[in-house]
């Protein structure tokens, strides 16, 4: 077949998305199943960087499944930086196959909340690596950086949403500063994850003032032991913080859809 001929044929199944070769789902874990089906429609060359995805209650009953499963897989490739909805337009496939997560569980994180406190067990050993090296490497535009993230989160402190925003930019300019790429691209990927499901408990579970500000100054201890190149007081200070953040989450008045982990 000629390349002309194959590109009239790529071109005709992205504008008649009924044509795709999709399989019911069955499975009882079905958003994970529909992202897998999302997959293989990607690395058959079905869906290309650009294609506009069937739309939710068509796309659905293509795959039979409900729509909130649909969404809820949706939701967690948008996480991931895979596709992206555009008001009044649609749900479009932004990245090619070789962008996909290689780990399975990246996206189980996304789906599953419960996960979270998985998420904050292994962001303890991390984050308190990226403290330590961020404040031996720390430059003096990454400490402004960090001024910045926490004069946002200082003003913000009654609006759970604003503040969250600037507290992944504290961590982020923490992350910068440790001057590790390989570890930034790893915390990217898990800042991501977290930010959806995380804000949830800022509406929910971490709305009260005194909690905020408890937060908030968690936040100014780790900043002063980078600023003042304390590397295992710094590391220190952020695994506190975050095993803090970790047992709330665990704590009977978090988010209703929240499960406590379980202990072996």
Known sequence: MSGANMTKRSLSRQDRPGLLPIRPIHKISKPEEIIRQIKSLIDGGHLVPGSRLPGEREFAGMLDVSRPSLR??????????????????????????????????????????????????????????????????????????????????ARSL??????????????????????????????????????????????????????????????????????????RGASAAMIRHLLEFERFLAADNAAPKLSKPKRS
């Not at 962001?123 to 910045?148: P, Q, T």
């Not at 759970?160 to 500063?177: I, N, Q, T």
Request: neutral net charge.
């Open 158 to 231: 009654s609006d759970p949403e604003v503040y969250f925003r600037h507290d992944m930019k504290f961590h982020a300019a923490v992350v910068e500063a440790a001057g590790n790429q390989v570890i930034g691209q790893v915390m990217g990927t898990l800042y991501r994850l977290l930010g959806e499901a995380r804000e949830q408990f800022y509406r929910f579970g971490f709305s009260t003032l005194l909690l905020k500000e408890k937060d908030y100054n968690n936040h100014r201890k780790i900043y002063r032991r980078i600023a003042g190149r304390d590397s």
């Open 72 to 153: 809820e897989a949706l939701r967690a490739l948008s996480l991931l930086g895979i596709i992206e909805h555009r008001p009044g337009s649609g749900t479009y496939l932004i990245a090619s196959g070789d962008r996909w997560p290689g780990e399975p569980l990246a996206i189980l994180f996304s789906i599953n909340k419960s996960a979270l406190i998985e998420i904050f067990e292994a962001r303890k050993g991390m984050e308190g690596l990226v403290a330590g090296l961020a404040a031996e490497r720390r430059s003096e535009e990454n400490l402004k950086s960090m001024r910045e993230a926490l004069e946002g989160m």
